[in-house]
């Protein structure tokens, strides 16, 4: 029987490359348990302005990994991430400053108003095979109208903005989440990490792998049994409704809100930059990018700060350069190179 | 009562009538083949039976049950799988997770679809390439994954729209050992587009041929490429190769 050597080396070929990938993922979460005490250390040593450094980019790793799940996972390019932020972030301010309700049921609030939102673009886009640039599109248009709704918005201010009452700032209050700035960093580290887990989850379950069929291709993926219209709906709302979380953290953490600002098609762009440079479709990516990007940015700030330069814009104009230079030279991002580099493996399927 | 019934099945696209009063059978178990010129409406019929688009008219029964109206991905659980002509790899994902997707569609839990994904790459002799991503494949090993990934969805009938164009000879003559065994050994039912008359010849037990969106013959393989309108339309001077 000429099968059996040939079964006896694949099953060998096998075992090895498993044992490989053990190695692998406990180096990996070596890595990971000294990057978390890192990150649980920090605001011991950290002055202000690190730590409110530290806060934009955990906010950002959470909000990349948010919108990474329905781009770099499921393939639908939403450019209007922004929008869940800012119904989110109005939803909880307004219940907690007109009715003093906690940001804890606020939340709910938040999400329960995001969900709506995101299936009422989900159903719109899937059920009338709106794809690709429309789909993208059609989500930058729905950001702008409800920023022009919240414009005329008045019982949370209008174009006037909204504010939560800042007081009692040295002491900590979870249920109101009034508190220093190290509160909000333990907040935002959490969201961060459970952000991280969830999509770790989400990609190893039945729903990730449908999701990266219908990116890869759609029409093989129907043939394969996959209802496409469900899926990609579960992934517009589970996303959008992450996002939300992250309005509620931002409203209880700046403590102003303002449609101009917070519904702007810059924030839906400055939410994707860190998972397209970081590696879309990746783990790591949304939070390496969130590092990469946030950390250079204040560095370039603080430079330019020190030199006394100051021209507007220079920050956009950065990140569109650190774009530029991820796009031509690394268009599968920095992690999926780094986590050669560095020995670890990245998760096949990711790209 | 055949597995499959395709009765009177008709569809026009914009007044060009690509398949008209199509009917057959296909009995459960067997292998048959749909053969016809390039244009006949071979893939046409199949994406009818597959729900791609909705018939103009006629209907599509597997084992009884109606398929017409449905979608593609609730024809597949119903329990018919197809290929593509132009094969649709997931060309990020690796091997193994291109069939575990399939797998996934009658197995909920990942890990017994990836222990079902390596018995199906196992049978189609891909086991060697499982972790590699389906973009590094050969045309030959992307056919093979495409056929993987459609098995894996235990279907009990599987559509094969020309899996062995582009084959060498002796390719084809694997990929016809590969069907016949899967045949054999688990009777699935298999319904092939095919141009490849060595491929037809070698498995199919009854061959529809099309002609204009027309059946124009019915039979056993060895008295279809004998029918004067059959040889006349389709086969010319080729014939057997």
Known sequence: MSGRPETVAAAASRSVVRASDAAYSRRAVVLLSLLLLALLALPLFADAYLLSAAILVLYFAYVGQAWNLMMGYCGQLSLGHSLYVGVGAYA?????VHFGVSPWIGAMAAVAASLAFAALIGVLAFRFGIGGVYFALLTIAFAEFTRIGFDHFDWVGGSGGFFLPVKEFGTIDLWRLRGPPAMFYYFVLAMAVAAFLAAWRLRESRIGYYWLAIREDEDAARALGIDTFRYKLAAILVSGGMTSIAGVFFAFYYNTLFPE???SMARSIEIILGPIIGGLGTLFGPVLGAFVLTLLGEAMTALTDALGISVPGLKQVFYGVCLLIVVLFLPNGIWPELAKRLGLRHAPGDR | MALLEVRSLGKSFRGLRAVAEVSFDVEAGSIAALIGPNGAGKTTCFN?????YPADNGSV???????TGLRPDQV???GVARTFQVVKPFAQLTVTENVVV?????LRDVAAARAEAARVLALVHLEAKAHQPAASLTLPERKLLEVARAIATRPRILLLDEVMAGLRPTEVDEMVEVFRRLNRDSGLTILLIEHVMRAVMALAERVVVLHHGEKICEG??????????????????????
């Open chain 2, 102 to 106: 399939g797998a996934l569609n009658t």
């Open chain 1, 261 to 263: 600002q917070i519904f």
């Open chain 2, 48 to 52: 009818l039976i597959a729900g791609v």
């Open chain 2, 220 to 241: 056993a393989p060895e008295d279809v490429v004998r029918d004067p309108q059959v040889l006349e339309c389709y086969l010319g001077s080729e014939t057997l190769d």
């Open chain 2, 76 to 78: 597949c659980r119903e």
């Open chain 1, 92 to 96: 909880a301010a307004a219940l907690f």
């Open chain 2, 61 to 67: 029964a597997l084992a009884g049950r109606t398929l």
